[in-house]
Antibody, heavy 119, light 111 residues
């Protein structure tokens, strides 16, 4: 059974760095074809893909946020970490992590964590 | 970026009746493996998104067979053969040929 759960601060100040952790079970991020992605959703708005890391440590980032994003994995801890620097109120959103196998869609999602950016 | 455009943005439906949502991409989503890199997701109220269809037409595990995906090139459709009350929510298409991008979402509600 695959499960994922996001954790991190619920409130950050403008210009601060956001660090979110996705802790998962039921799969290994070192298994061929496996990836973990981050997707966010501003309140009342559409989904927005942010980043993706694969079993072979290949990484992909949303082009418009690439300079601010970093995604890493810790295979031994079953965790994937996303950092987003220079936070702004427009980054207020629910942040989700999700599992993907090759190109077969994000098939398992975490419950999401709401991050508010405010001074 | 590949731009994804969904229509309609709002879809009132009648239980038992069919429904369809369209998704258009700004360029072809055909992968060199012969599949179309287009997924469909449903986000029910207050829940995380769930995968319905991947690679254009393949139903995800546990998805009822009233859901089907079709299309080619830049034009794709999600069909619901007979809508049920539990199908309400926002439907998103997402392309995965390049860095993933989502459509704006289509809100499905019961008439």
């Amino acid at each position: 059974q695959i499960t994922l759960k996001e954790s991190g601060p619920t409130l950050v100040k403008p210009t601060q760095t956001l660090t979110l952790t996705c802790t998962f079970s039921g799969f290994s991020v070192s298994t061929s074809g496996v990836g973990v992605g981050w997707i966010r959703q501003p309140p009342g708005k559409a989904l927005e893909w942010l980043a993706l890391i694969y079993w072979d440590d290949a990484k992909r980032y949303r082009p418009s946020l690439k300079s601010r994003l970093t995604i890493t994995k810790d295979t031994s801890k079953n965790q994937v970490v996303l950092t987003l620097t220079d936070m702004d109120p427009v980054d207020t959103a629910t942040y989700y992590c999700a599992h993907i196998l090759y190109n077969s869609g994000f098939d398992y999602w975490g419950q999401g964590t709401l991050v508010t950016v405010s001074s | 970026d590949i731009l994804m455009t969904q229509s309609p943005l709002s879809l009132p439906v009648t239980p038992g009746e069919p429904a369809s949502i369209s998704c258009r991409s700004s360029q072809s989503l055909l992968h060199n493996n012969g599949y179309y890199c287009l997924d469909w997701y449903l986000q029910k109220p207050g829940q995380s998104p769930q995968l319905l269809i991947y690679l254009g037409s393949l139903r995800a595990s546990g998805v009822p067979d009233r859901f089907s995906g079709s299309g080619s090139g830049t034009e794709f459709t999600l069909n619901i053969s007979r809508v049920e009350a539990e199908d309400v929510g926002v439907y998103y298409c997402m392309q995965a040929l390049q860095n993933p991008t989502f459509g704006q979402g289509t809100k499905v509600e019961i008439k």
